[in-house]
C-alpha cells in the first residue's frame, strides 16, 4: 500500500511477523507490534501468566526484540516497534528497559487519560525513541471552547501545548 509503517499483531508468531520484519530491512520502513496496549481492558489477555513468571506482553516484548535484531540502524533503534500504552507507565518503564532497541509508538495521551509524565517513561536517556499519539485530544480541541469555527487553531493549540508538556516531562 506504500506505507511507511503498519501495526500487526503478535498472535501469528514468528510466521506473521517476519515477513513484515523482512519488508522493513529491505525497504527501510517500520513496524510496530502490540505489546501492551492502552485500552482498559488490554490486561485481560495481555496480563496472563507464564509457568516462568512473566506476562503475555512481557514475552511479546522479548520477541520484538529479537524479531528486530537484524533491522537496527545505526542509531542502534530497529525497525520493529512496539505499540506501549502511555495509560500504563509502570509498564512503560519495565517495557522500556526490556526493549531498548524499539520505537514505541505510545497511545492514550489525552483523551484516555494519560498525560506527559506518563509518556515521558517510554523515551529513552536521551529524550527518544517514542511517538506520542493523540487522536481525540487534538482532533476535538475544539469542543473546550465550544468554538467550532476555529477547530484548525484549537487542535494546533493543544499539539503545541502537547509537545511542550512532554518536552518538559523528558528535560528537554
Known sequence: FGADIATITPYLGVDG????????RDNGTG?????????????????LRFEDGRTLYQAVADLVEEWGEETRGESG???????VGAT???????????????FFLVP????????ADDVAVSFDKEGLGAIV?????IMCAYKKTGDEK???????????????????????
Open 88 to 102: 500504563y507507565p509502570q509498564q512503560g518503564v519495565e517495557l522500556r528497559a526490556r526493549m531498548p532497541h524499539a
Open 31 to 47: 513496524v510496530f507490534v502490540l505489546v501492551k496496549t492502552s485500552n482498559p481492558s488490554s490486561g485481560q489477555l495481555q496480563d
Open 150 to 172: 476555529h477547530f484548525a487553531k484549537a487542535a494546533k493549540d493543544e499539539a503545541v501545548d502537547m509537545t511542550k508538556a512532554i518536552n518538559a516531562a523528558i528535560g528537554r
Open 133 to 137: 499519539n493523540s487522536s481525540r485530544a
Open 17 to 24: 511477523v517476519k515477513p513484515f520484519a523482512d519488508a522493513c
Open 77 to 83: 533503534y530497529s525497525a520493529v516497534g512496539a505499540v
Open 108 to 115: 492514550g495521551y489525552g483523551a484516555q487519560g494519560a498525560g
